[in-house]
């Protein structure tokens, strides 16, 4: 005689395969991306040091501003020796610095 479908065995174990695997999977995918998301900021960071040299480059005078990138300020200031964007990230304050060659 053969039966047809599933018995509640078979069932509960490919339930419990089924949640093992995405209670796994969803903190790995969480993660990855919040590191993407860090490293991200981080690049913008670096593109606002060197849009700071530039506009410095262009204007003398100007040593210090802001720029929005993704809806993300980056705050810059510039000196003889490096320029600096300070930014936001997770709610912490951090800074990237560059040293200047001239």
């Known amino acids: 005689m053969k039966n047809k479908g599933f018995?509640?065995?078979?069932?509960?174990?490919?339930?419990?395969m089924f949640l093992i695997i995405f209670s796994t999977l969803i903190p790995v995918v969480q993660t990855m991306y919040r590191?993407?998301?860090?490293?991200?900021?981080?690049l913008h960071a670096m593109i606002s040091n060197l849009d700071a040299v530039i506009e410095h480059n262009n204007n003398p005078q100007l040593v210090n501003g802001t720029f929005y990138?993704?809806?993300r300020k980056y705050?810059?200031?510039?000196?003889e020796e490096q320029v600096c964007t300070n930014y936001e990230?997770?709610?912490?304050g951090k800074t990237k610095c560059v040293n200047?060659?001239?």
């Open 7 to 16: 018995t509640l065995v078979e069932s509960l174990l490919g339930l419990t």
């Open 35 to 42: 590191n993407i998301e860090i490293k991200k900021v981080k």
């Open 69 to 71: 990138i993704d809806g």
């Open 75 to 79: 705050e810059w200031i510039i000196n």
């Open 89 to 92: 990230i997770e709610g912490t």
């Open 100 to 102: 200047i060659k001239r």
